[in-house]
């Protein structure tokens, strides 16, 4: 029987604020490119999902398991870019997210 995925509006907006924040203090943007980096697993292009987003989306998964991909994705979409103007971009379907993780693969986690 499959599960009823979570929504974000069950999530407390101030625990998903604080997660982000401490997973954005412990792994700086730095040193997740340098280990990407060091692994070759680095985007080779300019990608809605590019390497670094998708290695905050796969440790935002295993924090908020019971909520489905694409909402833990606009969860971070919506902090990452709510100090931005103009228009965030739209979450990629499913099939382009899962592809993201496959080219990430596990290398990168292992190393740090």
């Avoid at 019971?66 to 965030?88: P, Q």
């Amino acid at each position: 029987m499959p599960r009823t995925p979570m929504t974000g509006a069950k999530i407390s907006s101030l625990t998903n604020e604080l997660v982000l924040t401490v997973m954005k203090m412990v792994y700086s943007l730095k040193s997740i490119n340098e280990v990407l980096t060091k692994t070759k697993t680095q985007s080779k292009r300019i990608r809605t999902l590019p390497a670094p987003m998708v290695f905050y989306l796969v440790l935002l998964m295993c924090l908020n398991p019971d909520v489905s991909i694409k909402e833990n994705l606009r969860l971070l979409f919506d902090f990452l870019y709510k100090e931005e103007e103009g228009e965030k971009p739209r979450v990629p379907a499913k099939s382009a997210i899962s592809k993201a993780r496959k080219n990430l693969g596990v290398l990168p986690f292992r190393f740090l």
